[in-house]
């Protein structure tokens, strides 16, 4: 049981989706700390500057807009990158593979097929 658990954790697409997950993680994490930083102060300065930039206030609810716009803005970048650098290489590839499948045979493999003639020469080698 713990052979069949090791197998299943060594096996390639394993190992392929955590670093996929630690590699996402760390550029959301990259391109959250960017639209925190440059975006939310220009959004600020659009909605009047100063440090209640991105939000307004009503009847002592304060709702941060410019909030919301950055996550939009994290999400949309992080959706580009993974559409860019992962989806259409690997559409591509894909279609260079399927381009350069040969099609299956239609009768045994080779060696089968000549294994088949030595035993039908043998057989009639041995008949009377």
């Known amino acids: ?16 989706l955590a670093v996929a997950v630690v590699i ?11 639209t925190e930083s440059f975006l939310k102060p220009l959004i600020g300065l659009v909605g009047g500057g100063g440090k209640t930039g991105g939000t307004f206030e ?10 919301f716009i950055n996550g939009v803005i ?4 992080t959706a580009a ?4 650098l992962v989806v259409v290489p690997m559409t591509k590839l894909n ?6 499948q040969e099609p299956e045979p239609t009768g ?3 060696d089968i097929a000549l294994l088949r003639e030595i035993r039908d020469s043998l057989q009639a080698q041995n008949r009377p």
Do not use: C, H, W
Not at 74 to 77: A, G, H
Not at 81 to 84: G, L
């Open 1 to 16: 049981m713990i052979q069949g658990f090791k197998d299943f954790l060594l096996r390639g697409n394993i190992v392929d």
């Open 58 to 67: 009503i009847n002592g609810q304060v709702f941060t807009y410019g909030t």
């Open 74 to 77: 994290t999400f949309l970048l």
């Open 108 to 110: 045994p493999p080779e």
């Open 81 to 84: 990158v993974v559409y860019f």
């Open 95 to 100: 279609e260079l593979r399927s381009k350069g």
């Open 24 to 34: 996402g993680t760390a550029f959301t994490a990259l391109v959250a700390s960017f």
